[in-house]
């Protein structure tokens, strides 16, 4: 069970009353994660949500992580598609669960990761009872919505540009150097191949950029 400051200290419940934050976290679980290790199954029933609390995730399609395949399809997954990555604050699961349907991803620890999970009934009975945080839930969604936009829009760019704002994205959020995904995993994110991705970094490499093998590990652009 979560201490009170460590559900306080979430936005989404940073509005809430003692006894509500008291109450919610003797329904809430402490879960760690330990790095690459998996956090949430892709095609797994979604009874719960979770709240990062620390660390950094990384939310894929594809792979080897899919609930439902065969034997054959196990031999030869789909390849391992990176959508996003989290740092602490962000919500994990959210969207499945509230749909009441199953997960449309697999969600990987890059680093070690502490999460609060909650089930659907009690996060809804609290979000019932406490206005703030349903609004924060519909604003958290709504942004949601909002970088899936722009990620679309920035998928008519050049590459070029979509590699840097993934670079700056992952700066932004504090991603430490060694997590970062490798030069595949970038081509992945952003459409493109990975000896364009190398070339590009190589191209943009400055005092501020430098590039490891694998991937690129940065510190300001």
């Known amino acids: ?5 460590v559900l306080q200290n979430l936005p989404a419940f940073r509005a809430l009353s003692t006894s509500e934050i008291d109450s919610l976290a003797g329904k809430t679980k402490l879960c760690s994660f330990p790095r690459k290790s998996l956090i949430l199954t892709q095609g797994d029933p979604s009874d719960n949500i979770y709240f990062l609390i620390s660390g950094y995730a990384k939310i894929v399609r594809g792979g080897t992580f899919m609930k439902g395949m065969d034997q054959d399809k196990r031999k030869h997954p789909r390849k391992e598609v990176p959508l996003a990555i989290f740092g602490p604050g962000r919500i994990i699961g959210e969207l499945a669960s509230l749909a009441n349907t199953t997960r449309s991803a697999s969600a990987i620890a890059l680093t070690d990761c502490t999460l609060a999970e909650i089930s659907n009934t009690d996060f809804i009975d609290c979000c019932k009872r406490n206005p703030e945080t349903a609004i924060y839930v519909m604003r958290y969604l709504a942004s949601v919505v909002v ?17 840097i704002r993934l670079i700056r994205h992952l700066e932004s959020i504090g991603l430490p150097s060694e997590s970062f995904p490798t030069n595949a995993e970038i081509g992945r994110m952003v459409g493109a191949s990975r000896p364009v991705i190398s070339k590009i970094i ?3 490499q400055s005092p501020g ?7 690129i590990q940065s510190r300001k652009l």
């Open 147 to 163: 970088e899936s936009n722009q990620q679309l829009e920035l998928m008519s760019s050049n590459v070029e540009a979509r590699v």
């Open 209 to 215: 950029i430098k590039t490891a093998s694998p991937g």
């Open 202 to 204: 190589n191209e943009i």
């Open 1 to 5: 069970m979560p201490s009170r400051a």
